[in-house]
């Protein structure tokens, strides 16, 4: 046991003194646009290859419009690797989430993150700390890397944020996965046990979109059509400061 | 790996299977159909690495079921029940697998022609009523209280007991077979890595070995030590985030906390290698899809420094005397219930079974190089923790070896843009819980007209409802983290 403590005391803090940090440079993360050179519909790799329809390429010719919804977004890449013009690049940023989905939606026209993000009206009543309550619904890589937010590198109870055993104690509501139809009333029973003022925050593309999931028969669609959803942390999985910084958002 | 299309009575599979699978080394590897109109029985011979399939035409959607006398067959008899209205005769249990009450009575999603009339009550679910004095029942979840995913767990009690487990799953069925029989091949794995993301890399492989072989392409050499490499950090990044969770479970703190943070340092290997820490699209049909050449050197460097700051931290915990009297005896699963329940991966060696996919169908680099197979024989949990512990040792040098013999060359070959008509492909995989398989089959203008998964969940799900058999309640949190199972992986 004392050989134990010499190891850790030996190794010191882990946990990041930084908050949010940019991703390394080996990390791809997820896509952004890049200034207009997108020759648009006559080219439209992009669109092609985008496993879940993620892109579209809105008027042709040269300096197209071309929409990247990273709500739909896997992070695969592909975009990046295929774009002759360099329009996609991958973006270092871990504080992606958004708490307005049409501000997922990058534009060559607008090309970041819209400055909607910030709630608008009274200010949250989770403003110290949130107890949370995680659903998962999906393949388990959004859970992990929940996990790995609580663990002694990101420490995320040193910004109040807490995971509880059951919807009664919690305030916000964590939904992982794409809610295929076998976990519809399961989601929606815990939703209600949660007592008022309570949030909804969609943890992964699958959550917000279904993802590669969405439109089959077991209507794995994400929670947008049946819950409230007030914050939205795209990726696949979502990096866990990415998480963190997603929650953080219904603190403000 | 070429495989022989047999057909075969459907009737007559039970005596073959019987005497099949007494002989050693031979396997069953999966049942299922492609459309309906058949019966498809995956056979694996591990001692020759040759794979048999079976193909029995069915006129009628009724059959006798292998389980009485096969008792592995059970939980694929009733996924294919759910999924094509294939109805096994004489099944002792036989209940809905994957499709719930929400889904409508007859509803077959893999079934061409909906042909089949639905027994009454097909999709209500009875749990196996244990009767007696003083028995109760404890129903958890699909919800559970951590951070894991959906299923239900229905134990029957005697004080703090527990006398039987029925395991309850579907919740996270998301229909991905039927997705990617209607897709085409060159975006199916971006859907396969996410079946069950924490084996994406494994997931990957079997999908490239699968599509692969369907068209006899070899992969350039490089290719083969970098999905390898791959592979092991997988192996590595969750063996120990399972020890971990096993470490948390008896209360050590100390060790769970340590191996958490040993485990970032694992997908920090990850994104060297692939630029994604869960090696998401790394692997693809022809090769890998980016040479990391330019961080092989730091991957050394890293990989050597985990092995260091690791071994301490393991040996601790394993040899704590606390940890040893929580863990030892505990969730037993006999060697010869391993054997006919077909456990496969850590649980399965464990309990003594000489299986590990690397050695019995080396694919890749495996024929050249791999690591010893870890066997232990008293499968308790914590002859799961030792496999996992020394696993760990082993992948860990044998990174550090694929990274010594990294050959040069190309990282990738061309596909074909069609798949060879009428084609079978067998893709297996050691995962990091056991025995992956995906089979494919093309139609006539080389399109995937069937995708067939099998998770080494799918095997191992059983195993741990009989090592929860006669242990205190308290301990099924340690019984549950030593099998470590996948629930999307089985539901996909």
Redesign the interface.
Known sequence: ML???G??LM?GV?TSKDYCPSL?D???GLPKLASNNCIGSECSKCSDIC??EAISVLDGGPNANLELDLGKC?????CI?ICPEKTFS?NASTETAAVNRKSLVLSTKALDIQAVNDIEGARSPFARSVACR????????C??????AS???FDMERFGIQ?V??PRFADVLLVT??V???????LKS?YDAMAEPKRVVAVGT?AISG???GS???E?NGISDLLPVDVYIPG??P?PWSIIDGIRKVMR | MNIDIIPIEAELRQDALLSWLNQPGKRLGLITSNDGGQIVTLLLDTADSAATIWESQMSDCKYSSLTPRITQAHWMERTMWDMFGLEPTHHPRLKHNLLHEPYEEKFYPLRKENDVVARSGHRQYHSLKVKGDGIYEIPVGPIHAGIIEPGHFHFSCVGEIIFNLEIRLGYVHRGIEKKLSEMNWQKQRFLVEAAASDSAAAYALAHAVALESCIDLVVPEKAQHLRSLALEIERVAMHIGDLAGLAADVGFLAISSSLGRLRGASLGLADLVSGNRFLKGFICPGGVIQDPDGNLSKLKAKAKNLQKELEPVVRYFLTNQVVLDRMENIGKVSERLAKDFGLVGVAGRASNQMYDVRHHFSAGVYPLLKPAIVLEKEGDVFCRAKVRANELVDSLAFIDMLLETMPCGSHSTNMPDALRANAVGLGIVEAHRGELIHLVFTDEQGNCKRYAIKDPSVNNWTGLAIAARNNLVSDFPLCNKSFSLSYSGHDL
Do not use: F, Q, W
């Open positions: 050989r134990l403590l190891y850790l190794n882990a390394g080996e990390a791809i496993p879940t896997i992070g695969c890449a592909m690797r991958s995680v659903v998962s619904t999906g393949c388990s890589a859970d992990l890397e929940l996990s790995a663990n002694s590198i995971i055993a059951s996965g794409p295929p139809k076998a976990m519809h009333a399961a815990c699958c993802g590669l999931h089959g028969y077991a794995a696949c999985p990096h």
